[in-house]
């Protein structure tokens, strides 16, 4: 019974956060449309919508084989650089590399964008059964979309001549497959994989191993980092709504009015409590889905704007509303009315976000960066890109996800008792 | 008659900062309200008419002593005690931007009720407050009196012994308080025991079985209708049309034999007169030598509002 009237309760807050147009126009679209401009805005990663070809070096140290007419390694330097397929011009601008430690800093500075080494030895281990040669890819996760592309031609050579038979047959990603077809070179080479299927058919010849290189001036990917920043905001304004309107029931009348039914009054802060959360929960998940949809749409990429970490990302969702909750619970305990609750919410607020790096990383900032950590905002927002920008996983968020529950604990505890001393009567 | 609702020497002290204001004299307020009454507490702005429905409710922890309601005390059983009060704030205190079906739903849950029963009742309530047709629309949509309507429509959902009125036809039209009084007659028709509050003496006139006039927190007199009347005994309030009277003209008004006492009030003088019809012309006399114009004169009958006057020297709607 106890359940079902604190149900009640938060069910009439979630229904009038998401029946109120001018709230929903607020929480909703201003996020939305905030990171979007931010994002365009500052450039870099995969918000380029005209794709550039990609900058891509190939060095090759393959001597190839007395077994074999061509090296393996020639194969990727006359698709890559020396006789590019039509098809592919438009996408990759490749260039013969000879240094490869100079090459590697490139990538870090972003001067280039992917670096292919062919290991010497290749095709003599490649062809060797139970061997294997190792295709060294390094490249600069900032460098967005022509990266991208890159990595995904390069990725297509390379199943290809591990698979040629299947991968003619079922047509892996186009670009590459017409470029095999249109360069002789290649041909060559499948038809000499082909001939020594028999021992390759098994297993895959080539491995592909991939470093990321993190330069120093490694570019954010916009959407990634302003997505969550203007998210936590949002669901953090839209909850300070949510625990003024307890001010709201005050003025109105209608918290005394539920004091006078047959209900302990901790019903109704529980069910206060209870629809705040829901709505800070469902607050977030339509903005995360708003912003995926969004960043496919407008950048035309599929960015994994949170990352694909289910859990990680249910971790950091849950623990930060609930921070978030408890937040604006004790910014309204200590309001006098609903009208100071809301002017102190949005500043307060506000600020804890511009600390928290909504609106601009502050990690490498002097003091900002060290205060920032005593924001929601900021453990949020790295959960978040820990899980999107980093590839992290739930290990790696565990600190985050600890520390707003924390967070959360600390608040509630604080809002319940200011609340109980003011409402004792 | 029985004995529903037992105030025992209640008090409530409000403490500083929110300034020392104390309802209830030193002693407390005693009074019994009757099973089956309209029991009226008539008292003007401050007078701490919502102080006493809110300790009866559960609201306010008295400073001083108890309420006995329906066998069970509001400060030992306040969960009891609710069960069987309804109550109807002076506020509208209802959710705006929930529909009146909404609104009782939410209240009916809190009630209690659940499933059927909670959309019988509310189906129930909307037709007896005649808001059926409107019963999805917002609540900040109505009119001020189907708001309040739905006002009172809340605190009938659990069908309680009680109901706690205060104030309920304040800034309202005419209709609809017309509206308001037949329902609270017809509740109690029904059996309900109201507790009803307001500064507006002919509503105390028209519904109450007994009233209580309270001012500055005490209870000052206590009867019925006739009772209460009979203690002004052949006074009558004579009424006198005259703007801004200088001091000393409602001082020597004042001070005609038998005429109690001269009180100025929005453009007009009020003279507490035995037998009024024989002072009137000494009155006239002396407004007539002061060279003032009288644009009326009214004698009335004893009301509940010459009771007040007498009791305290002031008109209640001051
Ligand atoms: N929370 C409070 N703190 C301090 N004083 C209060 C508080 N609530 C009411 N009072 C004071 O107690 C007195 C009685 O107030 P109450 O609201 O009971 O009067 P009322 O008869 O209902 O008046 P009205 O007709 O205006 O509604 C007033 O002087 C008021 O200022
Ligand atoms: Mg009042």
């Given amino acids: ?425 | 008659m029985a004995t529903f609702a037992k105030l025992d020497s209640l008090r409530k002290q409000y403490s500083p900062p929110d300034g020392p204001y104390a309802v209830g004299p030193k002693e407390g307020v005693n009074l019994e309200i009757l099973e089956g009454e309209i029991f009226s507490l008539l008292g003007p702005n401050g007078a701490g008419k919502t102080t006493i429905i809110s300790m009866m409710s559960g609201l306010l922890t008295p400073t001083a002593g108890d309420v006995v309601l329906g066998g069970f005390s509001i400060t030992k059983q306040p969960l009891d005690v609710k069960k069987q009060i309804g109550v109807v704030p002076q506020d509208l205190a209802l959710y705006p931007n929930l529909s009146a079906r909404q609104n009782l739903n939410l209240f009916g849950t809190l009630y209690g009720l659940s499933g059927k029963n909670l959309s019988k009742r509310t189906d129930e309530v909307l037709e007896f407050i005649d808001l059926k047709d409107r019963a999805n629309d917002k609540i900040s949509e109505y009119s001020g009196g189907m708001k309040r309507r739905v006002n009172i429509g809340v605190g009938l959902m659990h069908r309680p012994k009680m109901l706690f009125l205060d104030e309920p036809t304040v800034a309202i039209d005419p209709q609809s308080r017309r509206n308001i009084l037949d329902t609270v007659k017809e509740l109690n028709q029904q059996g309900m025991t109201v507790l009803y509050t307001t500064h507006y003496m002919e509503e105390a006139q028209e519904l109450s079985n007994r009233i209580g006039i309270i001012d500055h927190g005490q209870i000052i007199a206590l009867g019925t209708l006739d009772e209460l009347v009979k203690t002004v005994g052949e006074y009558d309030v004579i009424r006198l049309t005259l703007p801004e009277p200088p001091a000393l003209v409602v001082e020597r008004l004042g001070a005609i034999p038998n005429i109690q006492r001269a009180e100025t009030t929005d453009g007009e003088v009020r003279l507490i007169a035995r037998d009024g019809r024989q002072q009137l012309p000494e009155a006239i006399r002396i407004i007539n030598e002061a060279g003032l114009a009288l644009h009326g004169i009214e004698i009335q009958e004893p009301n509940l509002e010459a009771v007040f006057l007498q009791l305290t020297g002031r008109a209640l709607r001051d």
């Fill in chain 1, 1 to 425: 019974m106890i359940w079902r009237k604190i149900q009640a309760i938060a069910w009439a807050d979630i229904y009038q956060a998401f029946t109120d147009r001018s709230a929903l126009l607020f929480n909703f679209a201003s996020p939305l449309a905030i990171s979007m401009i931010i994002g365009a805005a500052f450039g870099g990663g995969s918000n380029d919508v005209d794709v550039e070809a990609a900058k891509v070096g190939v060095l090759n140290l393959d001597t190839g084989s007395t077994q074999v007419e061509q090296a393996f390694g020639d194969i990727y330097t006359q698709v890559l650089v020396e006789a590019p397929p039509e098809e592919l011009s438009d996408f990759i601008d490749g260039k013969t590399i000879t240094d490869e430690k100079k090459a590697r800093r490139q990538i870090g500075d972003g001067d280039l964008d992917v670096l292919v080494v062919v290991p010497e030895d290749f095709t003599a281990n490649v062809i060797t059964p139970d061997k294997g040669g190792t295709l060294r890819i390094y490249y600069n996760p900032g460098a967005g979309i022509p990266g991208d592309v890159a990595r995904s031609i390069i990725d297509g050579m390379t199943t290809q001549l591990n698979n040629q038979n299947i991968a003619l047959q079922v047509g892996i990603p186009y670009a590459s497959e017409q470029a095999a077809r249109n360069n002789q070179a290649v041909d060559a080479a499948v038809a000499y994989v082909r001939q020594a299927s028999q021992q390759l058919r098994e297993k895959e010849a080539i491995t592909l191993n991939r470093v990321s290189i993190e330069g120093d001036v490694q570019e954010f990917n916009s959407l990634q980092y302003f997505g969550p920043g203007m998210a936590i905001l949002f669901m953090t304004y839209a909850l300070s709504n949510g625990a003024i309107s307890i001010l709201v029931d005050q003025r109105n009348w209608t918290m005394q009015r539920i004091w006078t039914t047959p209900s302990p009054r901790t019903v109704y802060l529980g069910g206060k409590m209870v629809g705040i959360y829901v709505t800070g929960i469902f607050q977030m998940l339509i903005l995360m889905l708003a912003m995926i949809f969004a960043a496919n749409v407008v950048f035309g990429s599929g960015v994994a704007v949170w990352g694909t970490d289910a859990i990680g990302i249910v971790l950091v969702l849950a623990s930060v509303v609930a921070a978030g909750a408890g937040f604006a619970l004790v910014i309204a305990s200590f309001a006098k009315n609903p009208d100071q609750g809301g002017s102190i919410s949005t500043l307060v607020l506000t600020v804890s976000g511009l600390l928290g790096g909504a609106f601009l990383p502050v990690d490498d900032v002097p003091i900002l960066g060290q205060l920032s950590k005593l924001t929601l905002n900021r453990w949020g927002l790295d959960g978040f890109t820990t899980l999107s920008f980093d590839g992290g996983t739930v290990m790696d968020i565990l600190p985050n996800v600890a520390v707003l529950l924390g967070m959360a604990v600390v608040f509630f505890t604080i809002a319940l008792f200011q609340f109980g001393r003011r409402f004792r009567s």
